[in-house]
């Protein structure tokens, strides 16, 4: 069972900033791909940003320059930095971590074969 607990997100307007943030426990956070997936009515899943174990990041091209995630060890915990947001950002923002036996850690495989937490939403007025 992964257990992943979000918090963070809120609302701001067009070209604000909000972080995010996920606590997992010591096994899931050293071990796992790591990540934030989104998803807003009526559109599909979308991968965010993804972390491995040793900090290689990647993030989805909507998101690349403007979103910044990361990982403290210590407490075990994620973050998601997001800067220079935009209205079509807004969306229920999701934490996901991918078991080791997928060889693969990116935004797309955490979308489709991750387990996700409860949900955080962020919400941006133009």
């Known amino acids: 069972q992964v257990d992943l607990v979000e918090s963070g997100g809120g609302s701001v307007q067009s070209g604000g900033s909000l972080g995010a943030s996920c606590v997992a426990s010591?096994?899931?956070?050293?071990?796992?791909?790591m990540g934030w997936i989104r998803q807003a009515p009526g559109k599909e899943r979308e991968g965010v940003a993804s972390?491995?174990?040793?900090?290689?990041?990647t993030y989805a091209d909507s998101v690349k320059g403007r979103f910044t995630i990361s990982r403290d060890s210590a407490r075990n915990t994620l973050y998601l930095q997001m800067n220079s947001l935009k209205p079509e950002d807004t969306a229920m923002y999701y934490c996901?971590?991918?078991?080791?036996?997928?060889?693969?850690?990116?935004?797309?495989?955490?979308?489709?074969?991750?387990?996700w937490g409860q949900g955080t939403q962020v919400t941006v007025s133009s």
């Open positions: 972390i491995k174990p040793d900090g290689t990041t």
């Open positions: 996901a971590a991918l078991d080791p036996i997928y060889d693969s850690c990116s935004e797309s495989a955490l979308s489709a074969f991750g387990s």
């Open positions: 010591a096994y899931i956070n050293n071990r796992y791909c």
